[in-house]
């Protein structure tokens, strides 16, 4: 399948590429648009990286300054000795900060929107959040996944060739649909050079904490919005859980043929869906 115009675009539109240190630990992210925008961050699932937004943030910017993160244990940020739904949220907070903005938009996926729900009762001052495809229940999909697999993914295990760790590329939880140059590009993102070949960029002790249980889901102090994929994790009795919990009306949008990672599946439709919220938030 050719490469379309518009992902062309978007990945020729390159970032700058900052870092910030939070909590003793280096964080790596990357900003589209002009300084002294309002700000949004976009926040990866578990197990991915900032480059998962490489193809969407970029379109956000007509009226945004765009961030995309590495969370610690994730791309190019370093490793802790243990996570926490609430220190990413710091990250994400301090990244926001950082390019001026202390009421950032958050959007969420998977995992990371366990995060930005985890910000949106910590913090007062947030513009809103969306979580995209985020399944709150026992565990991500992600770590369900993992465990499916009895913890064997390799995210320490090392390839000899570029190529072959490339081919092993999977999404968590594996789906065969989506657009493959999406699928390429977000896997030449995730692996690193070792000393004996290619390794995955996640550090594996992530999905010990890479979960959000319906009691930790509590009143949110800004607006929230609730993004799932018609195939996906998230359903409807999830969202209906999310939602009662949250305690404020949260309008609910399915993205039609897209599974969990709806920016492999339906790209274009997610940015419309994202547009939309920043242009709403933005004006109130």
């Keep these: 399948m050719d490469t379309p115009t518009w992902f062309s675009d978007a990945l020729a539109h ?13 964080i790596t992210y990357r900003v589209w648009g002009k300084p002294g925008s309002p700000v949004a961050v976009l926040v990866h699932g578990g197990a991915a990286h900032a480059g998962w937004w490489d193809h969407i943030g970029p379109h956000l910017t007509s009226h945004h300054r765009v961030i995309a993160i590495d969370l610690s244990g994730h791309g190019d940020s370093g490793w802790r000795s243990e996570y926490a739904l609430e220190t990413w949220a710091g990250e994400v907070m301090a990244a926001a900060e950082a390019e001026g903005s202390s009421a950032p938009v958050l959007f969420g996926h998977s995992m990371g929107g366990f995060v930005c729900l985890t910000a949106a009762r910590q913090y007062d001052s947030l513009a809103g959040v969306v979580a995209i495809d985020s399944p709150v229940h026992e565990s991500s999909a992600e770590t369900r996944a993992w465990v499916a697999e009895e913890r064997r993914l390799p ?5 000899a060739e570029r190529e072959e760790i490339l081919s092993r590329f999977r999404t968590l ?7 493959e140059y999406v699928r390429r590009h977000l896997a030449e993102g995730s692996i690193r050079r070792v000393e004996d070949g290619w390794t995955w960029k996640f550090d594996p002790q992530i999905f010990l904490r890479s979960m959000m249980e319906p009691e930790e889901v509590r009143a949110a102090k800004c607006a929230v919005a609730l993004l799932r994929g018609e195939r996906g994790m998230a359903t409807q009795d999830i969202n209906d859980v999310v939602a ?22 339906q790209p ?17």
């Design 173 to 179: 939880p594996e789906d065969a649909s989506g657009l």
């Design 155 to 159: 995210g320490t295990r090392v390839y």
């Design 268 to 284: 274009v439709a997610l940015l419309a869906v994202l547009q939309t919220f920043l242009g709403q938030w933005r004006l109130h």
């Design 14 to 26: 390159g970032p700058e590429h900052k870092r910030l240190r939070v909590d003793g630990v280096d």
């Design 244 to 265: 009662e919990r949250l305690g404020i009306d949260v309008p609910v949008t399915v993205i039609v043929d897209a599974g969990h990672h709806i920016m492999i599946d």
